[in-house]
């Protein structure tokens, strides 16, 4: 989500029906080797006050007192994620917080909430992705590699940011269940005027990925573009000196080769995640279409680190169709983390309706209530076979009934389709084909 925003088309033309040939030449499902991970964003340990700053070193909830400058997940919260088969958890936490001096030692009582939250995680089976939550900046200020274009002077350096990570690595390596973010939504401007171009990003995200390994981690990283790692945006200009993330994110390097490319993407008019309404019903897809073409020709792997929509039926058409297109395209997609949960006000939060502010122990004693959202839009692509597009009836098994289910859905269709298993906006027997390939038991 857009920095404060918190507390803080392309169309084709309809393909034939294919003739025999699609039956030899239709693409193999694979799920990406970083894997499917289906998940939310559990925020609170990064907010600040309305304007983005952020308090440090701040007082931790929630309390009964409602007081707090930032709150931790509770363990009521993550065992109820986990248990809506919830596998895995994107962790926002605030930079100034965890390291309130640049280049000295961690905080060690908020990196001990950091552990702690980990933990409760890991034990609930699911995975943590650690997000850190600053825009590509430390105090509003960007980290940079030189003063171009705006000569202002350099306050902080890659060099930082990769002792950041050096130390985050060391704490975390011992866990391949936890994964490293390395940045959310570098922003191409700070409050001061300074440009992050793309390119100065991608070297200093080399840098910090380097730094990660000379530590002897081998966990997974995710990297995000800059201009907010827009899906929507990635082969547009996005800085004054005509790049785009796409002309430049193929250039991140990676000695484990252990790296997904992150990217966010919104459904309102301007792509912000500030709007419960959605441009259309079929706009989710739509605004992923270009960002995978990128990474299936550039041999990436994905992951949807923030998405949502209000809760209405355009916007939930929105969101099944951006899921069911990235099922459907699993080759270079690792999985999504909805945005999100708070026990705070949020946005599109999934919280249990009835939980509102309120500490763990009260939580404990009440039942859970909830979020529509989570009921009646992601509930469906959280079950065993979620991630086997071929498995259109969502009983574990590629047979009759899905074959039935896809044959009367024959012709043109919206991107987003479940049953347009090549997502070309039509389903034929290019999409039977695909789907006979996989007949049998999901796993």
Request: aromatic share 10%.
């Amino acid at each position: 989500m857009r920095e404060g925003m918190m507390l803080l088309d392309a169309t084709a033309s309809a393909a034939p029906i294919a003739d025999a040939g699609d039956f030899v030449s239709a693409p193999a499902f694979t799920t990406a080797t970083f894997g499917f991970y289906r998940g939310l964003n559990m925020s609170g340990m990064e907010q600040g006050d309305q304007s983005g700053i952020t308090i440090v070193p701040g007082v931790a909830g929630p309390t009964s007192t409602n007081t707090e400058d930032y709150t931790i997940p509770t363990p009521s919260e993550i065992s109820y994620f986990a248990g809506k088969n919830m596998q895995i958890v994107r962790l926002p936490f605030a930079w100034e917080r965890l390291q309130t001096t640049l280049g000295g030692s961690l905080d060690p009582t908020y990196l001990g909430y950091l552990h702690t939250t980990v933990s409760s995680i890991r034990a609930q089976g699911m995975s943590v992705l650690l997000d850190v939550h600053n825009y590509g900046c430390y105090n509003q200020q960007h980290i940079c590699l030189t003063a171009n274009p705006s000569s202002k002077p350099i306050l902080v350096t890659s060099a930082q940011f990769s002792d950041l990570w050096t130390k985050l690595a060391n704490e975390f390596k011992g866990d391949s269940g936890v994964m490293f973010g390395l940045m959310n939504e570098p922003k191409q401007w700070d409050y001061s005027g300074e440009e992050l171009q793309c390119a100065e990003w991608v070297s200093i995200a080399n840098a910090a990925i380097a730094a990660i390994r000379a530590t002897g981690a081998t966990n997974w990283i995710t990297v995000p573009g800059n201009f907010y790692t827009g899906a929507w945006s990635w082969s547009s200009t996005t800085d004054t000196v005509g790049a785009s993330n796409a002309t430049t994110l193929t250039a991140i390097t990676d000695s484990a080769g252990k790296f997904v490319i992150e990217v966010h993407q919104y459904l309102d008019s301007d792509d912000s995640g500030t709007s419960d309404n959605c441009s259309s019903g079929t706009c989710g897809a739509e605004r992923l279409e270009t960002f995978t073409d990128w990474l299936r020709t550039n041999g990436k792997q994905g992951f949807l680190g923030e998405f949502a929509g209000g809760y209405n039926t355009t916007c939930n058409e929105a969101v099944e169709g951006m899921l069911n297109y990235i099922v459907n395209n699993a080759d270079v997609w690792g999985g999504w983390t909805y945005w999100g949960q708070s026990n705070r006000y949020l946005q599109y939060s999934i919280q249990p309706t009835n939980w509102g502010y309120m500490e763990n122990s009260k939580q404990a004693t009440i039942t859970p209530a909830d979020a529509p959202e989570l009921t009646y839009v992601l509930t469906p692509f959280l079950g065993s076979a979620a991630a086997c597009g071929s498995d259109l009836d969502g009983d574990l098994e590629v047979g009759p009934a899905d074959i039935s289910l896809l044959l009367m859905e024959f012709g043109d269709c919206a991107l987003g389709n479940r049953m347009d298993l090549d997502s070309n906006r039509r389903i034929d027997f290019a999409d039977l084909s695909r789907l006979l390939l996989f007949g049998g038991m999901c796993n």
